[in-house]
């Protein structure tokens, strides 16, 4: 049994069927998420009104890879967890126990975030059924005290396909989808706050380099050459790549050179 009052995240092991504390909290801090600002502010009022016990919203962070969206989830915890917050990591294989593990913590006073990150699913995967019902509920209402905050690259969810198309109609111009686009579109919309996270730009991808050698004593320009040369290397301009650079060249005696 997990005492939430000094476990402030932990993530679910299917094989061991329990729930494993977090030790290791990753620091991320919502200063160091650079170039998300609207998305960042929607996120952190969503979570407030959420702790404040008021109406909140399940959260889809969806678009392009390493744009800071799964690191804004784990910023909020780090941010709020002395207010109350914890964080539940399930990965989507393990979407089938959601129930069972929704039923452990409904009646804790800590206000919990499912977290799932890169969350997908393929045609004829059927683990978005359960949660659908946690999203919204069946015939027992869902918990106040918890909120699904999830990651995608895919805005649906579920692949979308032209076929899918066939069967919409436009009737008074009003348009009609097929059962195929309902379904998958039905999915997301049971998210209330669904942000869009894009490619950075190259200035924005510098900004984040600076962040991490904020005490880089050579040429700074040198620097984001060398940067943007590992950046079109690895072929994406984006904090992942920055916090890669940083993790490659930070005390290289080729970088102090530089």
């Given at each position: 049994m997990i005492d939430w009052n000094h476990t402030y995240a932990a993530i679910w092991r299917q094989r061991q069927a329990f729930l494993r504390p977090v030790r290791q909290i990753d620091p991320i801090r919502l200063d160091q998420l650079l170039g998300i600002e609207p998305q960042k502010q929607q996120m952190i009022d969503n979570t407030l009104r959420f702790l404040a016990g008021l109406p909140a919203n399940n959260a889809l962070l969806w678009g392009a890879r390493g744009t800071g969206k799964s690191s804004l989830v784990k910023a909020l915890l780090n941010e709020y967890l002395?207010?109350?917050l914890r964080v539940i990591e399930v990965d989507k294989q393990d979407l089938l126990y959601l129930p069972?593990?929704?039923d452990d913590i409904r009646e804790h006073n800590q206000r919990f975030i499912i977290y799932c990150d890169d969350?997908?699913?393929e045609n004829g995967d059927a683990l978005y059924k359960p949660l659908k019902s946690v999203l919204e509920g069946s015939i027992e209402l869902p918990p106040e005290n918890v909120l699904f905050?999830?990651?995608s690259n895919?805005?649906?969810l579920l692949p979308e396909h032209m076929r899918d198309n066939l069967d919409t109609l436009l009737v008074d111009n009003e348009v009609h989808y097929s059962d195929t686009i309902e379904e998958k579109i039905s999915l997301s919309d049971r998210f209330g706050l669904r942000l869009a996270f894009y490619p950075q730009h190259t200035q924005t991808y510098l900004d984040i380099v600076d962040s991490y050698f904020v005490d880089y004593p050579g040429n700074r320009e040198?620097?984001?050459k060398a940067a943007l040369d590992f950046a079109h290397q690895n072929a994406a301009k984006n904090g992942r790549t920055a916090k890669q650079f940083f993790n490659a060249?930070?005390?290289d005696?080729?970088?102090e050179q530089l």
């Open positions: 002395h207010e109350g069972e593990i929704v969350l997908s699913f905050y999830a990651t895919r805005r649906h040198a620097l984001h060249f930070s005390n005696e080729h970088t």
